[in-house]
């Protein structure tokens, strides 16, 4: 087997274990233990931490740009309807209060 299949049947592997939940060095035993070398080892589990955390980071700020966004579309609509005797409080509370969960919810996502 050549260097280039052994580093696609790894890093398929290792993709395989991501989809599993478990560590990074859990990770790197595991493909230790099946034969890979230190080096070639450290170059995948990176390689699967790059697109592992730039997937989060889309993930999160998608949910930061829909929070944002339900929090202009709340803040439009009492601006809106501020002089008017109607009743806003479900879209002041309650609009406002999830698109505050849905980008605290992001950055979580972005940051860990």
Known sequence: MTEEEAYIKFYDKAKNLLGKHITWDEMHE???KDGAEELMTAEI????KLIHYAQ???TGLN???VGAS???ISFLYVCANFFTQTN???VMY???TAGL???FYGLYEMIG
């Open 30 to 32: 595991s493909l230790v």
């Open 45 to 48: 589990i990176k390689q699967i």
């Open 56 to 58: 989060k980071r889309k």
């Open 63 to 65: 949910f930061i740009g």
């Open 70 to 72: 339900l929090l202009l």
């Open 88 to 90: 806003f409080s479900y």
């Open 94 to 96: 309650g609009l406002t």
């Open 101 to 103: 969960l849905l980008m």
